[in-house]
């Protein structure tokens, strides 16, 4: 069902005006939470009613987003695993599922984390057994894809990684040791100079057991990477805890949302204050301020105070500036034309415009904002086409509202009267994405919403729920907003970014000169098995059939470092090295090299196999690994 300027009929408390402040227009917390309870007992009951109604055509039905077998996708989409740790790449239109990059999970079909470069890349990140891919954000040139880089972050443990495009794997991961939890991800624009990993729970700094029960020393911190090399260079400290984060166009500004100013540590003192923030970070200040040594190191990185009452921020051009807005808003955005950030307020059923220019220009950054317009009920995120419209999903309405960001502008405070039209989604809409709206120059025509839950718009599958990716075309302003396809994914995603194809050039076999271990050919100078003390190194390449030894004998004890080429030059021709005994699974693709290390600890015969369907002679492709009882 899609509607223009819609009253939602579903929707019992209308938001209502804070007498106070007008700017303000809220739903009371208590009607909040009950319109809450109301969509999650009536949840399989919301949304497109219209779509199963059979004397009605279908949303999207004129709308052909299928890809003929044979025929390649326009866009690449990445998104969030979410707990899986991983990225899912998808193909769009077609939302076929194409690749799954582990990032920061172990992975034996890409022999992720099982050779000795990704195991030790893991371990040297933190050791951590799982973690939380939240917001995949590709690198930019002049505010435009460039094809080279994935940025994504770790909401579990404070991590950022690098994902390289060429390869489309994890190539570089960081710890950020004064994070607890990175929420958002984003690269400096407009040419990817800094990489900034968003920090959310506060914690004492260091948290060594110092401040335990004192919530008023805790802080968090927004921490900036070096993209190449992937090397952690500051942070900036604040009060609140910070959430999710998006450049500015021209190097200078970078926005978050922020929620609990009241430093709390329950539900009933986060949620207190009528107001919170968007904090913005004058990225080049902050530079200076790091430059001039105005900092405190800890855990080894210099931590610059933007604290509100930090001395930094008294003289004439402040590090950090914090722009009220309503209480626990979450996503924030900037427009691609730069002019813009604009933050949902989640909690309340307006959109906040700032104004960026006004930034410099104010002394009150209250003042930069020109817009505030009602949504509806649980704005969370907003994407943008190329003709000045914004997307938002409304979290508690299970909807996207497509409004006009300038009529916002002029329209009054709280004013629904930019509101274009409605869409209804299935259900509990979070992220939203549509095609290179992170750039300066969106394409205007497919938009992915990332659903929380998808009730009976599947298969059952037991009392875990697929999620549900929702693909809709936004190129026609007068058939307005069109359901495509729905597509079930594993729970739980969260942000997307989609790319078109043509701004990627991933290699189908690796240039041997991309790696860091030499390659082995088959000559049989290359391929040798070196004992050094109780150290075995042995170098083997490997094909289709067969490894470069039939048996590889060793000593119980033995530490036993194996290193493999596959010399195929045929594309899509994988082989692995497979000890299952041992807990050795590494893959290695056409011109590709791995190690891997193991402790050879139990005597015995081991059969080493390829674990990929090579070949015809797939069965036969193996060697034996010998390991003689020690004395």
């Known amino acids: 069902m899609t509607t223009s300027n819609p009253t939602d009929d579903r929707r019992t408390d209308e938001p209502t005006t804070d007498d106070r402040d007008p700017l303000f227009a809220r739903i009371p917390r208590r009607d909040f939470v009950k319109a809450g309870a109301a969509v999650g007992a009536m949840s399989s009951l919301a949304g497109c009613t219209g779509l199963l109604d059979t004397d009605e055509t ?74 939380d891919v939240h917001h995949p954000r590709p690198s930019q040139t002049d505010n435009t894809y460039d094809g080279e880089w994935l940025f994504v ?50 914690v004492p700094m260091p948290n060594d057991g110092r401040d335990l029960d004192d919530p008023g020393a805790y802080g968090s911190v927004l921490s900036a990477i070096d993209p190449d090399p992937f090397n952690h260079q500051w942070d900036v400290k604040v009060d609140c805890n910070l959430d999710n984060g998006d450049s500015g166009k021209d190097g200078t500004w970078f926005f978050t949302t922020s929620y609990n100013t009241e430093e709390g540590v329950t539900e009933s003192e986060m949620t207190s204050a009528d107001t919170d ?53 979450h996503g924030v955005s900037v427009t691609p034309d730069g002019r813009y950030a604009i933050a949902s307020g989640k909690l309340d059923p307006t959109c906040t415009i700032i104004e960026i220019d006004r930034l410099d220009e104010v002394d009150d950054p209250n003042d930069a904002v020109v817009g505030r317009v009602n949504v509806g009920n649980g704005p969370l995120h907003t994407a943008y086409d190329d003709r000045g419209h914004a997307y938002t999903t409304l979290f508690v309405d299970s909807q996207v509202v497509k409004w006009d960001i300038e009529a916002a502008v002029e329209a009054e405070m709280g004013s629904e009267d930019p509101v274009i039209e409605k869409h209804d989604v299935h259900y509990s809409p979070g992220h939203l994405i549509a095609a290179e709206s992170y750039t300066g120059d969106p394409q205007g025509d497919w938009l992915i919403v990332l659903n929380k839950l998808s009730k009976d718009r ?73 004992r050094d003390g109780d150290r075995v190194h042995v170098e083997m390449y490997n094909t289709r059939n067969h490894f ?27 082989h692995s090295l497979a000890i299952p005994q041992y807990d050795v699974n590494v893959k290695t693709a056409p011109q590709e090299t791995r190690e891997v290390t193991f402790t050879a600890d139990k005597p015995g015969v081991y059969w080493i196999y390829c674990a990929y369907f090579c070949s015809a002679l797939h069965l036969e492709m193996r060697s034996r690994l010998l390991v003689e009882p020690a004395d």
Not at 112 to 122: C, I, S
Not at 564 to 569: D, L, M
């Open 548 to 574: 470069g030894f039939s048996d590889i004998a060793v000593s119980e004890g033995d530490e036993v470092t194996i290193r493999t080429t596959n010399i195929e030059q045929e594309e899509d021709i994988l």
């Open 277 to 329: 923030y968007v904090v913005a970070f004058n990225v080049p200040a902050i530079e200076d301020a790091v430059e001039a040594g105005e900092y405190e190191e800890v855990n080894g990185v210099p931590v610059v105070d933007g604290t509100e009452d930090s001395p930094l921020n008294r003289n004439s051009e402040p590090l950090v500036r914090y722009v009220d807005v309503p209480t626990n808003p």
């Open 58 to 131: 279908p949303s999207g039905a004129d709308v052909d987003g299928s890809v003929p077998p044979g025929e390649h996708d326009d866009y690449y989409a990445f998104l969030s695993g979410g707990h899986s740790g991983d990225v899912r790449v998808y193909g769009v239109p077609s939302m076929r599922q194409l690749m799954r990059i582990p990032v920061f999970n172990i992975e034996s079909a890409r022999g992720y984390g099982f050779d000795d470069e990704t195991r030790a890349m893991l371990e040297e990140s933190g050791g951590y057994t799982w973690g």
């Open 458 to 530: 599947f298969l059952p599958v037991g009392p875990v729920f697929p999620e549900n990716d929702q693909l809709f075309y936004i190129g026609d302003d007068e058939a307005g907003m069109q359901l495509v396809k729905d597509t079930p994914a594993y729970p739980e995603p969260h942000d997307a970014s989609i790319v078109r194809a043509d701004r990627l050039e991933p290699a189908s076999v690796y240039d041997p000169d991309d790696l860091e271990l030499e390659f082995i050919s088959a000559s049989d100078e290359d391929n040798f098995v070196e």
């Open 153 to 202: 972050n770790d909401k579990a443990n404070g991590r950022m990684a690098r994902i390289d495009l060429e390869y489309f794997e994890t190539d570089a991961i960081v710890d950020l040791p004064n994070q607890q939890g990175t929420h958002g991800a984003c690269a400096l624009m407009p040419d990817t100079r800094l990489v900034f990993g968003v920090g959310e729970f506060r």
